[in-house]
């Protein structure tokens, strides 16, 4: 490392320069120093005063207000001197919401600007009577009365408060706002008359439109409108009659008389529906309800025909109510079934009577017998017996082919107004005999082979030939031509040239007309 001592630093003489020296600092003039700042100011206050424009700022509110633009700007009142660009601006009024948006100045000399302030709400209270009344502002519901300090916007609005039992009352509201307390006092007119109600006797029940209000004598506070007012009173029948009831009109109605309630009187008879009368004027059928006279003796009589008639003498206290159930005898006749074949079930009203021909005693109105076994055709019949004189029913059962010969008709007239004779084969001698054509006849074609015909089957045939118009319903096309200058084709006359597949159709057709089933 070496000798220690030789490393050592050592202090040097120091001494400052003086004022003379020739790096000496010179000292800034302080009047050099406001000159060029004044230079400046005023430099830069010429250039602002060429380079702004005029602002006005106009604040639009019924009371006075202020209005402050942000940046750099000279006032002089209610104008600004100011440089082009954008700016906040913003005012305010007592009474009004804080208005405040961006502003941008253009380079015209001179610019007007308004700032139109919103009024803050007013404050309403709203009291009523009656109270609890529901009210609305521009059909809004706002709540129920009495309230204070509802805020409600500056302007026009309509008003409305309604109450149960009174007339709905709407006006116009005018509402000052800018935070302007406001105070109304509204009355709703009543919709009700009072209506003084008695009765004699006294003690009725008053219901208006089925509710009741009290008992009479009664004064009820009824709204305006027709209603239907009834009294009801135990033992007296109901007095209804309707009213009409004007708004703030007190009417006195005239004592009304109850008149005692008719007895009621539920009659049923066996057998059902038999004609009841009431001292000699005919009621109804039963079963029946009657309202009678109270207190007071009323003949009751019941008939029906096949059965002997019933009386009875009734009473009835005044709203009082009675079932009266009263049978009739029947009166009966004999009546003489004879069936055949002899073991077919007879049957009366649907109800089974026993097999075979048998003496039936029924009452004297009309039965309805039926005979039935199995494999013939069923047979119904009405009768009518009379007391004291025995009856006489023949019944005939047909098997089903026997009953549909035995149905048809020896002619009957179509659709088509054509007569149709009925033709049985069988009841005829000439039931058998040849169709076609012998080989030596002239004009004879291949299928009219001779061959021998045998008719089983009864048929219908028409007594005249069909005739042009009956065809042409059919086929409107048709013509039967003429013969050597002689016309064929004559309603009345009968149709000609036609094919048998024209003919086969034709008969389909007409069936299709009658109901039946194509061949």
């Known amino acids: 490392m070496g000798d220690p001592d030789a490393q050592r630093i050592q202090a040097a003489a120091f001494e400052p320069l ?100 919103q009024p803050l709400p007013g404050r309403i209270s709203i009291a009523s009577d009656p109270s609890a009344a529901t009210v609305f502002i521009d059909g809004e519901t706002v709540g129920s009365s009495p309230f204070e300090d509802l805020a409600v916007e500056a302007g026009e609005h309509v008003i409305r408060v309604e109450a149960p039992r009174f007339r709905t009352l709407e006006q116009a509201l005018s509402v000052t706002g800018r935070d302007v307390q406001q105070n109304l006092s509204l009355t709703l007119e009543p919709a009700w008359g ?52 004007e708004a703030g009109v007190a009417q006195v109605l ?96 649907g109800r089974s009577v026993g097999v075979g021909t048998q003496t039936l005693s029924l009452p004297a109105v009309s039965q309805r017998i039926e005979a039935r076994l199995e494999g013939y055709e069923t047979i119904r019949q009405s009768v ?20 549909r010969k035995a149905r048809l008709k020896p002619q009957y007239a179509t659709a088509l107004g054509q007569t149709m004779v009925l033709m049985n084969p069988v009841d005829s001698p000439r039931n058998e005999f040849s169709m076609g054509a012998s080989r030596r006849d002239p004009g004879r074609r291949a299928n009219e082979v001779l061959h021998p015909v045998r008719l089983e089957r009864p048929f219908y045939v028409q007594a005249k030939e069909v005739t042009n118009a009956a065809f042409r319903l059919f086929d409107s096309t048709h013509g039967s031509g003429q013969v050597e200058g002689n016309s064929l084709n004559r309603e009345k006359q009968p149709v000609v040239q036609v094919s048998w597949q024209q003919a086969a159709s034709f008969c389909n057709w007409l069936s299709q007309q009658e109901g039946l089933q194509r061949f």
């Open 384 to 403: 009518t017996p009379r007391a004291g004189l025995e009856g006489l029913v023949e019944m005939t059962l047909l098997t089903p082919e026997a009953a």
């Open 18 to 117: 003086s004022e003379t020296s020739s790096g000496a600092k010179r000292r800034l003039n302080p009047r050099r120093i406001a000159l060029l700042v004044a230079g400046v100011v005023f430099s830069f206050a010429l250039w602002f005063l060429l380079t702004a424009r005029s602002l006005e700022l106009q604040v639009i509110a019924e009371v006075p207000g202020t209005a402050s633009i942000s940046g750099l700007s000279l006032p002089f009142g209610e104008r600004y001197l100011i440089r082009p660009g954008k700016y906040m601006v913003v005012a305010a009024a007592p009474g009004y919401h804080p208005f405040q948006k961006e502003l941008e100045v253009t380079r015209d000399a001179s610019q007007t600007v308004e700032l139109v302030l």
């Open 194 to 245: 009072d209506i003084s109600i008695a009765s004699e006797p006294a003690l009725a029940t008053v219901l208006v439109d089925g509710e009741p209000f009290g008992e009479t004598p009664l004064v009820a506070e009824i709204l305006e409108g027709e209603h239907t007012i009834s009294l009801r009173l135990p033992g007296f029948a109901d007095e209804v009659f309707p009213l009409i009831v």
């Open 254 to 349: 005239e004592q009304i008389q109850l008149t005692p309630a008719t007895g009621v009187l539920s009659v049923t008879s066996s057998p059902s529906q038999a004609n009841v009368s009431v001292n000699g004027v005919f009621a109804g059928q039963t079963p029946l309800e009657l309202e009678l006279e109270p207190n007071k003796s009323h003949r009751l009589s019941l008939s029906k025909a096949g059965y002997r008639r019933a009386s009875r003498t009734i009473e009835m206290a005044a709203g009082s109510s009675k079932d009266e159930q009263i049978s009739l005898p029947p009166l009966l006749g004999d009546v003489l079934v004879r069936v055949s074949p002899a073991n077919a079930e007879l049957f009366v009203n």
